[in-house]
């Protein structure tokens, strides 16, 4: 299987590259065209900001590579966000962070009453345990969650968690899929999602 981890310039690379080799896979991280549109399966990684998250896409020339993909793809955190429609995570401007528009939906800043953001630690997700990709995963696993921008609950959400309102925990169109939380850093549920992915 070619598995390619697209280079975003924003993610922890070694930590996602190490969790498939824990899984008999030897993924490529790549920022060339040619690469990635060979791939049986994609990841899209990231960790930071929409904003300079989207600008490397864009500066690497992987926007419409990412958008025509027809390969299974799975986007983690930032990443997952990156498939929305738009980010409200404004850096200084007014105006929307316009994403990759794969999943519908609006990535917004997490209301949260008196709890704090961001939401880091672990913290239950919640499904009909009726899609492939969470075969052999109880509703209610505990998965491991940095962030403080979330997709709103849309048509494409496949699981939901809940830290002072419900928000999408990992989503899915066609091909394409988005974890809000780090697999890669979710023990047994988390590697049982990945290895879920990798058979799709």
């Keep these: 299987m070619k598995l390619v981890i697209i280079d975003t310039g924003c993610a922890n690379l070694a930590s996602v590259r ?16 040619n690469i990635i549109a060979a791939a049986d399966k994609l990841i899209l990684p990231g960790v930071g900001t929409a904003v300079a998250a989207m600008q490397n896409l864009s500066d690497r020339a992987l926007v419409p590579l990412i958008r025509a993909a027809t390969q299974p793809l799975l986007g983690f955190c930032l990443g997952m966000q990156m498939l929305a429609a738009s980010s409200e995570e404004r850096m ?8 990759l528009g794969i999943i519908p939906g ?24 009726t899609h492939p990709l969470l075969k052999g995963i109880p509703s209610g696993s505990h998965f491991y969650f940095v962030h403080s921008y979330a997709l709103e609950v849309t048509e494409a959400t496949l699981a939901t968690c809940d ?14 899929f988005g974890a809000q939380f780090h697999p890669e850093r979710s023990g047994a549920v988390g590697a049982r999602l990945l290895q879920n992915f990798l058979e799709l």
């Design 106 to 129: 609006k990535i917004r800043l997490m209301q949260v009453g008196d709890l704090r953001l961001p939401h880091m630690g672990w913290n239950q997700v919640w499904h009909d345990e």
């Design 163 to 176: 830290y002072g309102q419900p928000f999408t925990a990992i989503a899915g169109r066609d091909n394409f």
């Design 92 to 99: 200084g401007g007014e105006t929307d962070i316009e994403c």
């Design 18 to 33: 190490m969790a498939f080799e824990r899984l008999g896979v030897n993924p490529v991280v790549s920022r060339e065209a």
